[in-house]
């Protein structure tokens, strides 16, 4: 990666959101403001080519920590990550992002496509990938790039996973909408997402904070996607 990620976990007045369905959505994620109907086209078409992975790491992709030092082959090994199975491999995409130029005023025909691919193994932690597109050509700008421990943002497929597992294995959760009726709960997470390092989670793991409500009452869990747990608050 040619910056260095810099991670901020913010504890203080943490914000909740509900996911929604925004106006330019594309296959889950945003599509940038400002491009043409050509550019939107073409973005659409990369999109769509790239919407069934094969392995877990693309072929020729660069495989990196947060300090964008290289990961080798052995380590790779370690997390899981040269698994191999019968399977198909999940990937959820979570953001486009449009590149700008040096001055920071006229965007460059290029945006960035981040994804995540959850670990074949269960309970090893997923990857993030980066796909960059030139908006002009529709050809991928540059190799695929896989980070480790990214802080990525969900996906709804992914929070509508979080939801239906805390449904599934949380008494207090099936408990709490047998109680006020399943069209009166509604449900939120907490923003911005958070990279724990200690305790029952490590930095990686894809770990949602949900918080369902109904009226004046509600009940806060953690989901950890990675593991499949559900914990109360």
Sequence with gaps: MSERILIIVLSLCPLWTAPSAQVGD???A?????????QETT????????????????????????????????????LGLTAKGELAIKQYLVEIRL??????????????????????????????LRLAVNLSTGQQAGQPEVILDYPLAFSREELNEAVTLAREKSK??????KTHGESAVQWDHKLPWILPKEGAHTTGERVVFLRFASGA?????????????????
């Design 26 to 28: 594309k296959m889950g």
């Design 30 to 38: 945003r599509v940038p403001a400002g491009l043409s109907k050509e």
């Design 43 to 78: 973005l659409m078409t990369f999109l769509e080519a790239n919407a069934k992975p094969v392995t877990l790491i693309p072929s020729g992709a660069k495989v990196v920590n947060l300090n964008g030092d290289e990961v080798k082959e052995e380590r790779r090994r370690e």
């Design 99 to 128: 590149r700008r130029s040096a001055g920071g005023q006229a965007p460059e025909p290029i945006a960035d496509v981040f994804y995540f691919r959850p670990n074949l193994e269960k309970g090893k932690k997923g990857v993030t």
């Design 172 to 177: 207090e959760v099936k408990e709490f909408y």
């Design 217 to 233: 009452a509600e009940l806060r869990v953690t989901v950890n996607l990675t593991k499949e747990t559900v914990t109360r608050d």
